[in-house]
């Protein structure tokens, strides 16, 4: 039996995870947090602010103050809704328990888990290795090559497990140049080292702004804007992709060239490197059972998420949606109207459907290997898939309990109004920008996830006041949330490959400085350019 498909044990999920879990934890940071709660619930209340607003900002400042600063663990940050709404009178337990089982946090989970199967049968590294050979071996079309690899697997696997898989390949092909050259290439400043490593994490970053299921970050905006804006246009899985991923794929284009910058054509080292590019495809032998089995699951599930809704590009219905002929089979086979009219109801299919359906279909597929025993090992079992974020996935819960919170306490409404003030009478784009730039920085300091989770709902309540359809503030922001480039801290991504050892932290600084201000004019014209001509906005 293959290595990779041994069972896993819970513990084994990374050391992402195991890092945070034995991180030390600091009584003075979280006694700070707690007196400062404190007194933001004891000072007075805000004129034309309810009771329970004031109360929740309080418990809000405890809430985001825990994620963003990690004083404690975030899973354990993200339940605190569950005591404190409650027991501040902001929202009774039953609601806030329902608030995190929101649809998008089992989008998230369907996601991952076909994710975990990809890795489990390393159909993931056959696919980076094929996408980089095909594009060359050169230093310029290397970086080129690991920045389309990455980008592809980053929509569909988190940033965090798309980069420590193409790392490994990168530091060997930086070991091949290393080898018969004079050690050069092994020093912090090597010329190639810097843009291999940087491309594996802004690419990873920039291909999970493309899907909802790209990013976390993506997951919760949806299920934000879904608590806090139920009546307005939905937002599926094919708009995302739509407008979101011609937005990333500019995005990396900028990044590419300015990585690329005074890098040379062709080196002594390309034929090394392509005879070691040849030897990893060749270890990895004909594609298996599993493999084939696995590509099918994840192509097919791609194309049910894009094409279940309708595929409206303006005003022009290019596919009516999966969803529509399905209830049209129905209603004819069993001449129940009602239940074609329950099949086309808003929210009766979700794209989390699609999600948790493939995922049953992975513990039912054979693999077409075997057990010790002879038993049938299928492509899915759960000892890989409780390796599932579990953090991540409290994160979103006490994301969306916040988000009904503030919703039913008309605490946006009123932070909205508070914002308002200082936008009022700016031009529209001018706001998106502000939006963005305000995001783009807090994100290099804090948690991407928690900083949308935070800040979101009140955005979503001021786009009525500017005159915006909410999608032209919410997705912008959501992007500009994720694009932190600057910092080791700013992503994960960006963490693992500083963790090499082999970036100076002031080039990344550099290089990532200048890629998150022209983030800010490149997310404002894509609002205006493609948001909005592309889901027919006013």
């Known amino acids: 039996m293959p290595e990779h498909i041994h069972d896993q044990t819970p513990s084994e999920v990374g050391p992402a995870a195991q890092s945070e879990s034995d991180s030390p934890v600091s009584p003075l940071l979280t006694f700070g947090l707690i007196v400062l709660s404190l007194v933001v619930l004891l000072l007075p209340t805000p004129t034309g602010m309810t009771a329970a607003a004031h109360r929740l900002i309080a418990a809000t400042v405890l809430i985001a103050g825990f994620w963003i600063t990690q004083a404690i663990p975030l899973a354990a940050a993200s339940l ?3 005591a404190l709404f409650p027991l501040l009178g902001i929202q009774n337990a039953k609601d806030t328990a329902k608030a995190y089982a929101e649809d998008s946090l089992f989008l998230y ?14 159909l993931h590294r056959r696919i980076a290795l094929t996408v980089v050979s095909l594009v060359g071996v050169s230093p310029r079309r290397l970086v080129m090559g690991f920045s389309l690899a990455t980008f592809l697997l980053s929509m569909w696997i988190s940033n965090t497990a798309t980069t420590m898989l193409m790392l490994p390949i990168v530091l060997a092909l930086l070991q091949v140049l290393d080898e018969g050259s004079d050690g050069a290439g092994n020093r912090p400043d090597s010329p190639l080292a810097v843009p291999l490593l940087l491309c594996l994490a802004y690419a990873s970053t920039l291909g999970g702004m493309a899907t909802p299921v790209g990013s976390p970050t993506n997951s919760v905006a949806i299920g934000i804007y879904r608590e ?19 937005i990333a794929l500019c995005y990396l284009g900028l990044v590419i060239a ?32 599993a493999e084939w089995l696995m590509l099918a699951v994840f192509g097919l599930t791609a194309l049910l998420w894009v ?10 219905e290019l596919f009516r949606g999966w969803q529509w002929y399905l209830a049209k089979i129905c209603g004819a086979l069993t001449a129940d109207t009602t239940l074609q009219a329950t099949l086309l109801a808003r929210g009766a299919v979700s794209d989390a459907t699609v999600a948790i359906l493939m995922t049953v279909l992975l513990f039912l597929l054979p693999s077409g290997t075997r057990s010790s025993q002879g038993q049938a090992i299928p492509l899915m079992n759960w000892p890989t898939a409780v390796r599932l974020p579990w953090d991540m996935i409290l994160l979103f819960g006490g994301g969306f309990a916040l988000a009904s919170a503030f919703e039913k306490t008309r605490l946006a409404v009123w932070l909205a109004d508070f914002l308002q003030k200082p936008l009022q009478g700016q031009p529209a784009w ?51 949330a994720s694009a932190g480039f600057m910092l080791p801290v700013g992503t994960p991504p960006n963490a693992i490959v500083f963790g090499t050892g082999r970036i100076p932290a002031r080039e990344m600084a550099r290089r990532g400085l200048l890629l998150n201000l022209i983030g800010v004019p490149l997310l404002t ?14």
């Open 228 to 246: 806090q804006l139920p009546e307005a246009p939905d937002v599926f899985f094919s708009d995302w992709l739509l407008v979101c991923g011609p």
């Open 307 to 316: 094409f279940r809704e309708p595929l409206v590009i303006g005003r022009i």
């Open 430 to 480: 001018l706001a998106v920008a502000v939006i963005c730039l305000i995001l783009v920085l807090l994100t290099e300091l804090t948690s991407n996830v928690a900083t949308v989770t935070a800040v979101l709902p009140s955005l979503l309540a001021l786009a009525a006041p500017l005159g915006l359809d909410p999608r032209m503030l919410f997705i912008p922001a959501t992007l500009a």
């Open 109 to 122: 989970i369907g996601g991952m888990i076909i994710a975990l199967g990809i890795e489990r049968w390393q």
């Open 525 to 538: 014209a894509g609002a205006w350019l493609i948001i909005r001509p592309v889901l027919g906005l006013k």
């Open 80 to 82: 605190l809704p569950l």
């Open 258 to 289: 300015s990585l690329v910058r005074g890098l040379p054509g062709t080196t002594a080292a390309d034929s090394r490197i392509r005879a070691e590019l040849l030897r990893r495809r060749q270890q990895l032998g004909p594609l298996s059972q």
